[in-house]
């Protein structure tokens, strides 16, 4: 109705256009806040430089970060961002379903539990790593600004406990 009045509005004001104007996303998942080639990158640095940490432990047994790769037949070098196949797409559109198993790495729930969660064998500590680069970069882009969810499931009594003691062990409340 107004298209034509606002985009003369839009013209006639100097140096602001899309790219230096303030956006701010209301709604993003923080699990999906950081692109796959950054994702991709976290992942490698952390198989390069924790390849001997405990991340998980399966049937009582303890698994180091070199062991879990080499259990999904992964190494860095071969690992890509369309192997990675971590982005929303039309299909997860209201459906957090799909959105939670498309944010899978590689398909893997494991890649999930130790990358991506906050309460896992480690302590959520790659998760909040990687929430602090990627609101860092937000930072420093001086127009881009963005409001993180993070999910409570509502599976244990004391989940937003769980979650408030990650943010604070982490300091990563602030974000």
Same mark, same amino acid.
């Given at each position: 109705?107004? +298209?034509?009045? +606002?985009?003369?509005?839009? #013209?006639?004001?100097?140096?602001?256009?899309? $790219? %230096? =104007?303030?956006?701010? /996303? &209301?709604?993003?998942?923080? !699990?999906?806040?950081?692109?796959?080639?950054?994702?991709?990158?976290?992942?490698? #640095?952390?198989?390069? &430089? +924790?390849?001997?940490?405990?991340?998980?432990?399966? *049937?009582?047994? @303890?698994? &180091?970060?070199?062991?879990?790769?080499?259990?999904?037949?992964?190494?860095?070098? @071969?690992?890509?961002?369309?192997?990675?196949?971590?982005? !929303? @797409?039309?299909? &997860?559109?209201?459906?957090? /379903?799909?959105? %939670?198993?498309?944010? %899978?790495?590689?398909?893997?729930?494991?890649?999930? /539990?130790?990358? =991506? #969660?906050?309460?896992?064998?480690? *302590?959520?500590?790659?998760?909040?790593?990687?929430?602090? +680069?990627?609101?860092?970069?937000?930072?420093?882009?001086?127009?881009?600004?963005?409001?993180?969810?993070?999910? =409570? $499931?509502?599976?244990?009594?004391?989940?937003?406990?769980?979650?408030?003691?990650?943010?604070?062990?982490?300091?990563?409340? $602030? =974000?």
């Amino acid at each position: 109705m107004n +298209e034509l009045r +606002e985009l003369h509005e839009q #013209k006639s004001v100097p140096h602001r256009d899309f $790219y %230096n =104007i303030r956006k701010v /996303d &209301t709604h993003i998942h923080a !699990a999906s806040s950081m692109n796959q080639k950054h994702l991709l990158r976290f992942i490698k #640095k952390k198989m390069k &430089t +924790e390849k001997d940490k405990i991340v998980l432990q399966q *049937g009582g047994k @303890d698994i &180091t970060m070199k062991q879990l790769f080499e259990e999904l037949g992964l190494d860095a070098y @071969d690992l890509s961002v369309d192997m990675l196949d971590v982005h !929303a @797409d039309r299909n &997860t559109f209201h459906r957090f /379903d799909k959105f %939670n198993t498309k944010y %899978n790495p590689v398909g893997q729930s494991s890649l999930r /539990d130790v990358f =991506i #969660k906050t309460d896992n064998y480690v *302590g959520g500590k790659y998760f909040a790593e990687v929430l602090k +680069e990627v609101f860092s970069d937000l930072e420093d882009s001086k127009y881009q600004h963005a409001e993180p969810r993070l999910s =409570i $499931y509502g599976r244990k009594r004391d989940e937003w406990d769980i979650l408030a003691k990650w943010a604070i062990e982490h300091d990563i409340w $602030y =974000i």
